[in-house]
T-cell receptor
Framework: QKEVEQNSGPLSVPEGAIASLNCTYS??????FFWYRQYSGKSPELIMF????GDKEDGRFTAQLNKASQYVSLLIRDSQPSDSATYLC???????????FGAGTRLFVKA | EPEVTQTPSHQVTQMGQEVILRCVPI?????FYWYRQILGQKVEFLVS????????KSEIFDDQFSVERPDGSNFTLKIRSTKLEDSAMYFC????????????FGPGTRLTVL
């Protein structure tokens, strides 16, 4: 059974701080790693994807992947109240045809 | 910006009835997916579809579920005999594997089975 684990939170950070979100996955055959943001009652919105070990930066977001540790993280710099949402880690297997989501981490950014 | 659309936004049905949820993927995408999310729970993969056939399906996607691409634009999920536990948000997604295989989600259909 392929699993994707996330701390459910809530994670609370002050405005302007760095939010750090973590995810582990069980299958070493995992190929692609995605971070989605989901506001209450809305659909998941893709923030970032990463395939290779190391860091990938896009604006205020940095994704980090460590395949040896089966760990992927998302850093949000200069957190804003509008970043308050549930962040979903997703891992793709099987040639990209199957994606497993973690349960999500709720983030609150306090103004 | 192109987007995935889904209809209806909310569907209410009686237990045992058949429902069809409709999706229009992004036009140049080749891979299509259905997910569901029961209220307060995680997003669950149901099925992926490519080249007019199912590529992968989960254990949730049993014989009461089916998918179809009836024409060049629509992608549908049929639930043959709905159960109370089928009540959930159903999300359609599409991706272009030539562009990093990022999946773009539609707004969802809320299915309520009474």
């Amino acid at each position: 059974q392929k699993e994707v684990e996330q701390n459910s939170g809530p994670l609370s950070v002050p405005e302007g701080a760095i939010a750090s979100l973590n995810c582990t996955y069980s299958d070493r055959g995992s190929q692609s790693f995605f971070w989605y943001r989901q506001y209450s009652g809305k659909s998941p919105e893709l923030i970032m994807f990463i395939y290779s070990n190391g860091d990938k930066e896009d604006g205020r977001f940095t994704a980090q992947l460590n395949k040896a540790s089966q760990y992927v993280s998302l850093l949000i710099r200069d957190s804003q109240p509008s970043d308050s949402a549930t962040y979903l880690c997703a891992v793709t297997f099987s040639g990209g045809f199957k994606t497993i989501f973690g349960a999500g981490t709720r983030l609150f950014v306090k103004a | 910006e192109p987007e995935v659309t889904q209809t209806p936004s909310h569907q209410v049905t009686q237990m045992g009835q058949e429902v069809i949820l409709r999706c229009v993927p992004i036009s140049n995408h080749l891979y299509f997916y259905w997910y569901r999310q029961i209220l307060g729970q995680k997003v669950e993969f149901l099925v992926s579809f490519y080249n007019n056939e199912i590529s992968e399906k989960s254990e949730i996607f049993d014989d009461q579920f089916s998918v179809e691409r009836p024409d060049g634009s629509n992608f549908t999920l049929k639930i043959r005999s709905t159960k109370l536990e089928d009540s959930a948000m159903y999300f359609c997604a599409s991706s272009d594997p030539l562009v990093d295989n990022e999946q773009f989600f539609g707004p969802g259909t809320r299915l309520t089975v009474l």
